[in-house]
């Protein structure tokens, strides 16, 4: 078990990168806490794969160094590194059973096979797989499959670090479930560090302490789920990150007071003068809907009743944005203007979060 | 639901079954014709019965020449297979190079067999020939004409020159339809290369390698052109293999009886041994899909 530190690290795939696009991974810096379990959450193409192979060994930065507990393993092998990982494609060694399958990573590290088959029957048990140890793995379901690769992963207890890549993406939601409570348990029972990468937030919000969202080979934010929630520290974490994601104006921001569309709209903090495009975020769960008084003027849409609370699409001067009523509560008749709880509001300068100025001061 | 019948329908294979009529049924029937009759010329035949496959059972000249065939066929797999797949964990994987093998390598394959048995024979000639010149100079008594050993190793490598190719690149397709993914999991449960071969590589191209054995033993079993044309058969019968044999008896001796019955028990054996190679494979395919 090891920290792993992240030092300026960054990774094209072309030899000799340009542009900034040409970059899979963008320049990070990062420190991976020893035992705790992180999602590393983001959309397909944003380099969670890349920085998973760079940190396993799999693949070597083009720019930067690894640590593992402050030793520099950026050159190492895979082998030397330790770590175990799951892949997003299922693996198996076909002419295998499933028992040596689960049995091949201790195999390879000469364990004692007393020690192998106790390991490799309470990996069975985990992925329900008791009954198929000595069947080969050939021929066997793509989720059957999955389980293998997972129980492969889970087999080694003395790993630095267990990294899974979208790894149940092809298992059915009930054994989705119950495949990451187990992860859960496993995580409580020896204490990896864990990198549980995924593009589905409920997967991320659910499993980890820690989230990391990526977007476009940058880390934008590291935080818990409360804090990606409520303050997202870039619009496409607002945006990822809630159901429907969080709603974005353009507007001119001075002191305490937003102006969108010509409407003085009132914040929580004071902010100082921010330069570049500036936007105001707000989820749509702080978005108040009402008939005349102040507000913004915003004509409905759509009314969407999705079990446990109801979606109203809004068009609020051309831009498309949203509210969440509770189920009980009822569109306000004639609805016509909208306002923000003045606290849940977000000040965005070119796509980054702006501090306000009290809080800043109180900083320094 | 009622089928509508029509029998017409049949009128369309019709093509098929005069094309196959004409191209292999009516020439193989003529073999039937002449391996049961015998004649003492003037085009006059009577009934021999099974005479002549009773003859050539008891000929030791053909168990011999199949003795011979077993063997080279069997020493060239020994080599092309292995040889085979070793090329191709070698070869590139992509970009320029890989092309630039992939066509290197599909040139022996276009060179039509009377060339590379004359290639072969002038190559190793003692007097003229690169190969046989140089030996000669190294001090090595080299002749394929006169010395059954050399003769054996020159067709051998002849064999294996032209046609490893052919394994390579099946085998080669075969490992690149393997997916990163599978490297990069062995990689992480710090499998062995020799693992990584045997656990990974190997299975994946079982499939083509069955088929390259199949496609290099079936053609060699039936070679024919290259040996004749390097070595006519010789020195005394050391390379006549079963073809050369035949044409020997058919054309040489003009033995049409013997020399059909023998080319009608060529073919069974050739049969039988696909047959055998078939079942095996689509049992392992049985196996693999349970
Ligand atoms: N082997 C590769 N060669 C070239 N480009 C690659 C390779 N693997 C990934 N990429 C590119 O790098 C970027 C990040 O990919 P990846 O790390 O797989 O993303 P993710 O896992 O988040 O979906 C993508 O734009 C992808 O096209
Ligand atoms: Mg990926």
New binding site residues.
Partial sequence: MAKITLDNLAHS?LKHPQSDDDW?LKELNHDWVDGEAYALL??????????LNIISGLLRPSRGRILFDGRDVTDAPTAERNIAQVFQFPVVYDTMSVGENLAFPLKNRGADPKYIAERVNAIAAMIGMEEQLKRKARGLTADAKQKISLGRGMVREDVNALLF?EPLTVIDPHMKWELRTQLKQLHHDFGHTMIY?T?DQTEALTFADKVVV?YD?RVVQIGTPQELFERPAHTFVGFFIGSPGMNLFDAQVSGTTATVQGVSVPLGDSYAPVAGQVQIGVRPEFVRLHAGGEGLPARITRVEDVGRHKIVRLDVGGTAANAILDEGTPVPAGADRVSFDADAINVYADDWRVAPQNLQGRAA | MNKTVNQKAWFLVLPVLILVGFSAVIPLMTVVNYSVQDTFGNNVFFWAGLDWFRDMLESERMWNALGRQLVFSGIILAIEVPLGIFVALNMPKKGFWASFCLVLMSLPLLIPWNVVGTIWQIFGRVDIGLLGYVLAKLGVNYNYTQNVIDAWATVIVMDVWHWTSLVALLAYAGLQSIPDAYYQAAKIDQASRWKVFRFIELPKMAGVLMIAILLRFMDSFMIYTEPFVVTGGGPGNATTFLSIDLVKMALGQFDLGPAAAFSLMYFLVILLISWVFYTVMTNLDKRDGV
Wanted: hydrophobic share 25%; charged share 10%; with cysteine.
């Fill in positions: 795939y899979a983001g959309s397909s193409g944003c380099g969670k794969s890349t920085l890549d990468v593009h990526m080979g």
